[in-house]
């Protein structure tokens, strides 16, 4: 276990959505998340209290959480100083970066000193299977993204807090380093050796009860060029009865890659579904989950309704609005 109350690190971060790790616990495990610790030039904020490393540790805070997920998952050596301090103050240090804690000398030097635990999430524990495409007993639902970082683990946790609400057999299913941050459990996906991706999605949403579902937490996406493969693997190991399109309507391109631009819904409906299909021939898109934080409320609602006349399927936004009428999609 990952020692609570939380630091939340947000180090020197371009914007907010680079501290999504941060947002993701802040949203979803509120109890756990004491402060922040910024560095300057830091561009994101969680509305948190900002604490010193001494602050912190006087609050009693367990662990500094890095909740900074940058491209290529790499520590900073601008950080180097605050882990060591924290370290020395009496806390773990949790990370979900590719980048792990345990193959910085320094670190590792540091907590064996002053008794402490590195905690890398992002690190498979399990000798996964290779996926052999067998139809499993229960449900599961899948969101699939036009793009990264558009709402998908938001929309799966949100469509399961509603579910319980309702009385239904549901459990969200982490893929990504802020979902087991958030649940303590899952798979780091994509640290799992390609091969056995698909295998790994199997192994997390097994055989279970006729009326139970799987929410399974989406990664990148099909039309992005430097991770599409993680949410290829999401798509056939998970063998989903059911697909969620997620989008953010403010992107002028794909996160990281300029000069390409974001698929639409359309696209994204028919390129997910069409290999949906493969393992699952009765998958269906039952819903659009839109991500509205950029836009103001009317301007939410009227783009809401624009996409769901359009696309003639339920949509919200399901951390602003609720997910009851994506969950009362499913079959």
Same mark, same amino acid.
């Given at each position: 276990m990952i020692p609570h109350p939380y630091l939340l690190f947000l180090g020197d971060a371009p914007d907010p959505l680079a501290a999504k790790v941060a947002q993701g616990i802040k949203d979803w495990r509120p109890d756990a998340a004491a402060g922040q610790f910024r560095l300057p030039g830091c561009n994101a904020d969680m509305g948190l209290r900002d604490m010193t490393i001494a602050e912190a540790a006087k609050a009693g805070c367990g662990t500094l959480v890095i909740g900074v997920a940058n491209r290529g998952g790499v520590i900073s050596a601008e950080w180097m100083d605050v882990l060591e301090e924290a370290l020395a103050a009496g806390m773990d240090i949790a990370s979900g970066l590719h980048n792990l804690l345990r193959d910085e000398p320094r670190l590792v030097a540091a907590a064996?000193?002053?008794?402490?635990?590195?905690?890398?999430?992002?690190?498979? $524990?399990?000798?996964?299977?290779? /996926?052999?495409? %067998?139809?499993?007993?229960?449900?599961?639902?899948? &969101?699939?993204?036009? +793009?990264?970082?558009?709402?998908?683990?938001?929309?799966?946790?949100?469509?399961?807090?509603?579910?319980?609400?309702?009385?239904?057999?549901?459990?969200?299913?982490?893929?990504?380093?802020?979902?087991?941050?958030?649940?303590?459990?899952?798979?780091?996906?994509?640290? $799992?050796?390609?091969?056995?991706? /698909?295998?790994? %999605?199997?192994?997390?949403?097994?055989?279970?009860? &006729?009326?139970?579902? +799987?929410?399974?937490?989406?990664?990148?996406?099909?039309?992005?060029?430097?991770?599409?493969g993680v949410t290829m693997a999401l798509v056939h190991g998970g063998q989903p009865d059911a697909l969620i399109l997620c989008h953010e309507p403010t992107r002028t391109h794909m996160r990281g890659l300029p000069t390409y631009d974001l698929p639409t819904l359309e696209d994204l409906r028919d390129t997910a579904l069409h290999l949906a299909r493969r393992v699952n021939p009765d998958c269906k898109v039952v819903g659009i989950s839109i991500n509205t934080a950029a836009l103001g409320e009317d301007e939410a609602n009227a783009y809401l309704a624009e996409v769901e006349e359009r696309m003639g399927l339920p949509t919200v936004d399901p951390f602003r609005h609720g997910a009851a009428r994506l969950v009362n999609a499913l079959d």
């Open positions: 064996e000193k002053h008794g402490r635990t590195l905690h890398d999430v992002r690190v498979p $524990v399990v000798d996964y299977p290779i /996926a052999n495409g %067998v139809k499993r007993s229960g449900k599961r639902c899948l &969101a699939v993204g036009t +793009d990264c970082s558009v709402g998908k683990m938001y929309t799966a946790m949100a469509m399961e807090k509603e579910m319980r609400a309702q009385g239904m057999d549901a459990t969200f299913r982490a893929t990504g380093q802020t979902g087991i941050l958030i649940t303590g459990d899952g798979v780091p996906l994509d640290a $799992v050796i390609a091969d056995f991706m /698909a295998g790994a %999605v199997e192994w997390l949403t097994p055989d279970n009860a &006729a009326d139970h579902w +799987d929410l399974i937490e989406g990664q990148g996406s099909l039309f992005h060029a430097s991770y599409s």
